[in-house]
Nanobody
Framework: QVHLVESGGGLVQPGGSLRLSCVAS????????MAWYRQAPGEQRDLVAA???????DYADSVKGRFTISRDNAKNTVYLQMNSLKPEDTAVYYC?????????????WGQGTQVTVTS
């Protein structure tokens, strides 16, 4: 079993910054792509940013230039640095990871962390 645990969410004013972290633990040989998704009330869950094991990144257009995804493979951890936050960034942010074990790939989700941007 693998667990993804997010942290770093909270309440912030527009223009502020937050850094999310997600640690994967459990039975893991290695981790492939790790990603952050977000879901606002009444909306679908959308990709925010993704990073491969080799460090290639991809971002939603709405966050390009403001958010930065990074990872520490030795710690099985992915980060999301969020700058210049806007009220429309308010959502529950979920960590996602492709975990490899004994030749099998399983996709896991974290429980989510709330980010609220308001004045």
């Amino acid at each position: 079993q693998v667990h993804l645990v997010e942290s770093g969410g909270g309440l912030v004013q527009p223009g502020g910054s937050l850094r999310l972290s997600c640690v994967a633990s459990g039975s893991i040989d290695s981790i492939g792509t790790m990603a952050w998704y977000r879901q606002a009330p009444g909306e679908q869950r959308d990709l925010v940013a993704a990073i491969t094991s080799g460090g290639s990144t991809d971002y939603a257009d709405s966050v390009k230039g403001r958010f930065t995804i990074s990872r520490d493979n030795a710690k099985n951890t992915v980060y999301l640095q969020m700058n210049s936050l806007k009220p429309e960034d308010t959502a529950v942010y979920y960590c996602n990871a492709d975990v490899f074990l004994f030749g099998v790939t399983i996709n896991y989700w974290g429980q989510g962390t709330q980010v609220t941007v308001t004045s």
